[in-house]
């Protein structure tokens, strides 16, 4: 599977239970034409099924609380069978178990369902080329179970230049790729490329490694 660029739209499948979340989300994401919402099921069961059939998405957005199966056993399930897809957890819980359940069973980003629909929508965007999505609020549950794991810190800064502390802590505080390159005045590109050298420098391939280690070893 190739990640998707400017000229084909990103293969979406939703796997939510509720149907008036699952509609809305279909309609939502339906509206941008970067998106192409393949299929929507109720359960992890059914679409495993019909992934038989069907080509293989880019990403799937996935509920916890389903019937059967839950969110999380799916993404382990899933992510056995197609490493590649990109899987981002989208619901209500923000306990700190299962956000680190999720992201042990393969999790690439793990968002509320009250975000606000547009950073929803450019989160999901990014996600295939700028790494894995998180939610502030989940970030912060990170934050205290590495402050209450007590976990030692490493006295090193990886070589960061003064800008990418800068966008580090940025990106660990929730901020989008957007509203950093507001900040000071860059492109979303070069953004992109700050991050991606911040991520080669700390040897993280996830935003989820990249705000616990950059958080536990005490660079923000």
């Known amino acids: 599977m190739s990640s998707p660029?400017?000229?084909?739209?990103?293969?979406?499948?939703?796997?939510?239970?509720?149907?008036?979340v699952r509609e809305g989300l279909r309609y939502l994401l339906g509206l941008d034409p970067r998106v192409n919402v393949v299929r929507t099921f109720d359960r992890v069961e059914t679409f495993l099924e019909a992934l038989e059939t069907l080509p293989t998405p880019d990403l799937v957005l996935m509920d916890i609380g389903l019937?059967?199966?839950?969110?999380?056993?799916?993404?382990?399930?899933?992510?056995?069978?197609?490493?590649?897809?990109?899987?981002?957890?989208?619901?209500?819980?923000e306990d700190t178990d299962r956000i680190l359940e999720s992201i042990r069973a393969g999790a690439n980003g793990y968002l509320l369902k009250n975000t606000k629909p547009d950073i929803l929508l450019e989160q999901i965007l990014?996600?295939?080329?700028?790494?894995?999505?998180?939610?502030?609020?989940?970030a912060?549950?990170?934050?205290?179970e590495i402050q209450e794991s007590g976990?030692?810190?490493?006295?090193?800064?990886?070589?960061?230049?003064?800008?990418e502390?800068?966008?580090?802590?940025?990106v660990v505080n929730g901020f989008t790729y957007r509203e950093i390159a507001g900040r000071y005045n860059i492109a979303p590109s070069t953004v992109k490329k700050h991050i991606l050298h911040i991520y080669q420098k700390l040897d993280v391939?996830?935003?989820?490694e990249f705000v616990?280690?950059?958080?536990?070893?005490?660079?923000?």
């Open 5 to 20: 660029s400017v000229s084909r739209p990103l293969d979406l499948i939703i796997v939510e239970d509720q149907k008036e």
């Open 67 to 93: 019937p059967g199966m839950s969110g999380i056993e799916g993404v382990r399930v899933l992510k056995k069978r197609f490493p590649s897809v990109i899987v981002i957890i989208l619901t209500v819980f």
């Open 126 to 138: 990014g996600t295939v080329g700028e790494g894995s999505p998180l939610s502030p609020r989940v």
């Open 140 to 144: 912060k549950r990170i934050l205290e």
């Open 205 to 208: 391939s996830s935003r989820a």
């Open 212 to 220: 616990k280690k950059a958080i536990r070893e005490k660079l923000v």
């Open 151 to 163: 976990e030692p810190s490493s006295l090193s800064d990886y070589g960061l230049t003064a800008r």
């Open 165 to 170: 502390r800068q966008i580090l802590t940025d």
